[in-house]
Every structure is written in C-alpha cells, then in structure tokens.
C-alpha cells in the first residue's frame, strides 16, 4: 500500500463549490503538507502541520483550509472554489530533520470551471 | 530569501547521453534532497545529500554547501529517464523547492 494517498485523484467543479481534498499517510510521521503545483512555479506550500493541534499557513492559504483529524489525516478545503484554483495539488509527510525523506501523495488534479 | 535556481528548464537528449542537471540556492543548508516527478504526476525522493557525493544506479548526486550548488549527474541516460527533477531543502520549517528541470531523453 501506498504511504501517502489521496482522494479524489481528479475532480471537475464549478465556480463558487466547495471541495474537499483528503489526505492520509501510514508512516506514522507528525508533519504533513499541502502543496500545489502550477506550470513554470514549482511546488508552493498551502499549509502545513506539525501535530493534531499545529497548523500552520503557508505562502498562499488564501481560498483555503485545513483540517487535521488525526495524526494520520490532513484534508484541505476550498471554501468557494475559484478558476485559478485549478491546479495539480499534493499532500506529504516527513520526519522532523531536514535530512528526512519527504513522501508525497499521488496527486489531486483539481478544475475549476 | 530563500530562493532556488534549477538550471536547464528544459532538456532534451539522446539516449546514452550524460545528463547534468544544476541547482543552486541562496541560503545555508545541512541538506538538499533531489526528487523525481514522473509524467502521471508522482513524485518520489531520488537522495538526499549533506556534503561530497551519492550514487544511486546511473543517477549521481554532488553537492558543495560552501557554494551553496548542487548537480544531478544521469549516466547513458534512458527513456525511461524522462521526468521532472527537482532539488528541495528544509528551511526553518518549511521545504524550498526548485521549479524543476524536465528531461526528455529520445531514443
């Protein structure tokens, strides 16, 4: 099994929906990430969490939150979805060194239409 | 500011080639990891690197900290090569990345 999945791994949505994108993990690691990814920008930090009750913004939470229901369970939302939301997003999880491996989910690629 | 430089963007070569792929960064590190970003999406860590040199299989890994530069080495390279790389480093607490460096590799 996979150490990081993620549901749905593709969804199409209209302007002003809301979504939820889940993530779970079985390494067992306290820190999870959301990301998204865009064409020419490289991964950009959503959100992050460090445990259960630490969550942290990243460079663009605007449009988004999280929620982290367990150790093993980090799930972004888009409040009212928006076209330039559409985006290829990523869930990972690491240890807390930063000579840790950082294991990334398979994908959400999310449309906004 | 913590910024990441990959260099080429793009690349294209011959199978059998060696393939560099640079990445340079602006702030102090103990660690740069390079990942591997498949054509479906995934992405998976390739090393990770604190000082001299890796080898995994054809890949290579070097890195300087002093001058804060990295290089991806792929010895006769393979179609199967093709992907998106991207250096990546901890900071504070938060990961930097690269914007990635797509390979093709012809056969």
């Known amino acids: 099994d996979a150490d990081v999945t993620q549901t749905p791994r593709n969804r199409i949505t209209k302007t002003g929906k809301r979504i939820m994108l889940e993530c779970s993990q079985t390494?067992?690691?306290?820190?999870m990430y959301w990301y998204r990814q865009d064409p020419g920008l490289g991964l950009r930090l959503i959100y992050y969490?460090?445990?259960?009750?630490?969550?942290n913004k990243g460079e663009i939470s605007d449009g988004y939150s999280v929620s982290r229901q367990a150790q093993a369970k980090f799930s972004l939302s888009l409040e009212s979805a928006i076209p330039n939301q559409t985006a290829l997003y990523f869930c990972?999880?690491?240890?807390?060194?930063?000579?840790?491996?950082?294991?990334f989910g398979p994908g959400t690629r999310l449309t906004v239409l | 500011k913590n910024e990441v430089e990959q260099s080429p963007q793009n690349l294209t070569a011959q199978e059998g080639e060696f393939i560099t792929i640079n990445c340079s960064y602006s702030?102090?590190?103990?660690?740069l990891h390079w990942l591997q970003q498949h054509p479906g999406g995934g992405i998976v860590s390739l090393f990770m690197?604190?000082?001299g040199k890796k080898k995994h299989g054809r890949l290579i890994a070097t890195i300087n900290i002093q001058e804060k530069h990295s290089s991806l080495h792929i010895t006769a390279s393979h179609p199967r090569d093709s992907a998106v790389y991207i250096c990546?480093?901890?900071?504070?607490?938060?990961?930097?990345f690269g914007t990635g460096t797509s390979l093709t590799v012809i056969p």
């Open positions: 990972a999880t690491s240890g807390t060194l930063s000579t840790d491996t950082q294991y």
């Open positions: 390494k067992g690691h306290d820190r």
């Open positions: 969490s460090f445990d259960v009750k630490d969550i």
């Open positions: 702030v102090g590190i103990s660690a």
């Open positions: 690197l604190s000082s």
């Open positions: 990546a480093y901890l900071y504070g607490n938060q990961f930097y």
